[in-house]
């Protein structure tokens, strides 16, 4: 009993992680209807820059990370600002190989940057908690705080301001957004913006728990897996698919070794089997 | 002055010259359509004057400023709404929400006060619902209200793309083919909704047209394009048998 409590929360903690890194896919794919392969490196830069913040210049963890989220929102938009954009009305294959390529890019920069070696990062939540004789890694338990208030905060922006309502119509027409007086462009640089913030607060929480070091990137899969068992449309389909895959992993850790890597993708396939929209997807049918 | 003034417009796409030298204005309170052969250049002088298009030469004077330095999600701020040939809605949204898209440009209270419901908030908002139920009423829709778009017949979609536009409140209104796709009475009826919004709404309409009947019904002054250019303008009594008019529409070698 002890060890399932435990599982369950040290699977729910990384299952945060992979459903905020889902959360950039969701968020870009809804609004602008790309798919961006270069999330799990948005998330790995933002770490290194907090790192760098945070380490390399002393500073306090809240201001590092912060310091960080600003620096990639600006790099976030003006990547969409300067060259994503640029890619709009051709093949979405085209798209695919830009981020692809982008990805590559930021993976081996980083590695020239700030080195291939895992590098360490404090924790500003040291020591444990128990619960009902579970012990649990306090960095573990923010993470979920995190990711709650995140998404709480998010949905509030959805419903109550303008720029959520901005978001959302300019997901369903472009058009119709642009002539409502919504300035459609910015806004899909700022979702771009929003995405990398998302990202660089997951990479940044997850630090002092795995290192940081370019690998983590890889991350990036697993939450695309995430993305795609959520619907790829809903935000809270985004966060439950990666708490699903999170949770499955670390029990398949514990009981059935070996399987632990690849347990996510077999869950992602046998949602696409039952439910081909994701557990939470809409049905898409075309009108004739 | 006029409301609208468009001058030595030009547009090539390559070497199609696909607007050539347009000029014609405008007058408050009038409703001017443009009609022409398929190709002529009509969606294309619409899509420059609404900024979706920038033109190659020429220029757009709206009340006597020139409206090229705005970008297209400027142009509801200076007082311009428009629809499309193939009706753009919020296909997710419902009716309702939809029109209060539209009311964004009157949207004064400012970003970080947007989650705060203060009573000036509730109040503006109220009055924005206020404004849109309005036009519900206005446009007879109130049965769709609080529909999805995505299940509604073309015809209702046409007027709710309508509504979207009015709740921009807008002094000048750019309609493109507001009868394509629509039955002989939705035409009529859509020539009745046009002839209030000028008469009660006190709003100037530019509109393209391909249904004669509407625009006898409804245009005070039309405008003739073909191949890019204009080839009259005046009464539609006048145009309509006017040589180049029925040679444009009907072939050189009637």
């Given at each position: 009993m002890t060890d399932f409590l435990q599982l369950l929360i040290v699977g729910?903690?990384?299952?945060?992680?992979?459903?905020?890194?889902?959360?950039?896919?969701?968020?870009?794919?809804?609004?602008?209807?790309?798919?961006?392969?270069?999330?799990?490196?948005?998330?790995?830069?933002?770490?290194?820059?907090?790192?760098?913040?945070?380490?390399?210049m002393g500073f306090n963890f809240w201001v590092g990370l912060s310091a960080a989220m600003v620096v990639m929102a600006v790099f976030g938009f003006l990547l969409d600002a300067a060259v994503v954009r640029r890619i709009i009305g051709q093949p979405q294959f085209s798209v695919v190989i830009l981020t692809i390529g982008i990805g590559i890019i930021l993976r081996a920069g980083s590695g020239m940057v700030w080195g291939n070696q895992p590098l360490t990062m404090p924790t500003p939540f040291p020591g444990n908690s128990e619960f009902f004789g579970a012990v649990v890694g306090n960095e573990r338990l923010a993470i979920i705080g995190t990711t709650v208030l995140l998404i709480g905060g998010l949905v509030l922006f959805f419903r109550c301001s303008r720029w959520g309502v901005a978001l959302m119509a300019s997901s369903q027409n472009?058009?119709?957004?642009?002539?409502?007086?919504?300035?459609?462009?910015?806004?899909?640089?700022?979702?771009?913006?929003?995405?990398?913030?998302?990202?660089?607060?997951?990479?940044?929480?997850?630090?002092?728990?795995?290192?940081?070091?370019?690998?983590?990137?890889?991350l990036g899969i697993k939450a695309f897996a995430a993305a795609v068992i959520g619907g790829f449309h809903s935000i809270t389909g985004a966060?439950?698919?990666?708490?699903?895959?999170?949770?499955?992993?670390?029990?398949?850790?514990?009981?059935?070794?070996?399987?632990?890597?690849?347990?996510?993708?077999?869950?992602?396939?046998?949602?696409l089997i039952a439910w081909p929209g994701g557990l939470f997807g809409r049905a898409h049918r075309k009108k004739v | 002055m006029s409301l609208l003034a468009v001058q030595n417009l030009s547009l090539s796409f390559g070497g199609l010259k696909a607007v050539d030298d347009v000029s014609f204005s405008i007058e408050p309170g009038e409703v001017y359509a443009v009609i022409g052969p398929n190709g002529a250049g009509k969606s294309t002088l619409l899509n420059m004057i609404s900024r979706f298009y920038h033109p190659s030469r020429g220029e757009i004077l709206h009340d006597g400023k020139s409206l090229l330095e705005c970008d297209a999600s400027e142009i509801p701020a200076r007082g311009i709404a428009r629809t499309f040939q193939n009706i753009e809605l919020f296909e997710r949204a419902t009716v309702?929400?939809?029109?209060?898209?539209?009311?964004?440009?009157?949207?004064?209270?400012?970003?970080?006060?947007?989650?705060?419901?203060?009573?000036?908030?509730?109040?503006?908002?109220?009055?924005h619902r206020r404004k849109v139920e309005e036009i519900i009423d206005f446009l007879e829709i109130a049965h769709y209200r609080d529909m999805h778009?995505?299940?509604?017949?073309?015809?209702?979609?046409?007027?709710?793309?309508?509504a979207r536009a009015l709740a921009v409140e807008p002094e000048l209104l750019l309609l493109d083919e507001p009868a394509s796709g629509l039955n002989p009475e939705e035409t009529e009826e859509m020539g009745f909704w046009i002839d209030d919004i000028r008469r009660d709404l006190k709003i100037t309409v530019l509109m393209i047209e391909h249904d004669m009947s509407l625009v006898d019904e409804v245009a005070d002054r039309v405008l003739v394009l073909a191949n890019g250019r204009v080839l009259t303008e005046g009464k539609f009594d006048d145009v309509k048998s006017h040589p180049d008019v029925v040679r444009a529409y009907l072939g050189e070698t009637l």
């Open positions: 729910i903690s990384q299952g945060c992680i992979y459903g905020l890194i889902a959360l950039g896919f969701v968020l870009i794919y809804k609004a602008t209807e790309m798919v961006n392969f270069a999330q799990g490196e948005m998330m790995v830069v933002g770490s290194f820059i907090a790192w760098t913040f945070v380490v390399g472009q058009l119709a957004a642009l002539y409502s007086g919504i300035p459609v462009r910015f806004v899909f640089s700022a979702v771009w913006a929003g995405a990398a913030v998302i990202s660089t607060i997951a990479g940044t929480m997850l630090a002092p728990i795995t290192l940081i070091e370019p690998l983590n990137s890889f966060i439950a698919g990666g708490v699903l895959i999170g949770v499955v992993e670390a029990f398949a850790g514990a009981y059935l070794p070996g399987a632990r890597e690849t347990i996510g993708y077999i869950i992602m396939f046998a949602v | 309702l929400q939809n029109l209060l898209v539209g009311r964004q440009v009157h949207n004064t209270v400012p970003d970080w006060r947007q989650f705060v419901f203060t009573p000036d908030i509730m109040r503006a908002e109220r009055e778009v995505s299940g509604l017949p073309y015809g209702v979609c046409k007027k709710v793309e309508l």
